[in-house]
């Protein structure tokens, strides 16, 4: 993988996204995980990666940046604070990367990797596998989904005022069954972007879209996948990390 200061033409992107605010765990991207700061297993799959051709942090925290660049992260510039807000978009940072790169480096990646620091237990396996399936079917974006925990097709709409009840999905039982249906006649292709890796071509970024309209999917073992939102998620993502590792 070569550096963003070499001469390669880096055309295949990864970019860790890593504010300093975090509301729910405070300096979240530094929490530790099994003695090591969060961030560190995103810049790790990155750097397993063979499709790759480069990888960057941004962030808005000279901190983060400094721990990140500890672990061979390449930090080239310090997100403005505007694209770093609560409710900034994936957008803006993306498109704030790729305006830095044209004009300080000369780049001008075709395909973006978004690898967010709450994702640790993706591997570069999981990165190229996404990589791959975008260079193989020429598709406008990919994404990793797993199985979900919960089968949307049991799941409601609830009206707060009136308590009422609508199915969220209903299915061709719905009449008979309602959504007590057995498994075994459920559709069985529903899945959970669970966030690991996803990635799209920078044409449609430019564009202003997160995604072109030809999206295809990766899919996951459901135990990589871990929403980090509160302190004990930590512990469970360490727990994770020691399962996976043991395979």
Known sequence: MSTLTSKHSVKILGIIPARGGSKSIPRKNLAPV?????????????????LLDAFLVSTDDA????????????VPFLRPKEFSRDDSPDLEFMCHALDWLQVMRGFAPEIIVNLRPTGPLRTGEDIDRVIKLMLDTGCDSARTVSLPAQNPFKMWRVNAASARMDPLLPTEHFAVLGTDVPRQLLPQNVYWQNG????TRAQFIRAGKIYG???RGVV????????????EDLMLTGERLREIDAL
């Open 63 to 74: 901190e983060i940046a400094e721990v990140a660049r500890s672990f061979g992260a390449d």
């Open 213 to 215: 309209p030809d999206m």
């Open 220 to 231: 996951t073992d459901p135990r990589k996948s871990i929403d980090i939102d509160e302190p």
């Open 196 to 199: 690991l890796v996803d990635a």
């Open 34 to 50: 099994l003695g090591k700061p969060l961030i560190s297993y995103s810049i790790r799959s990155a750097q397993q990666s063979k």
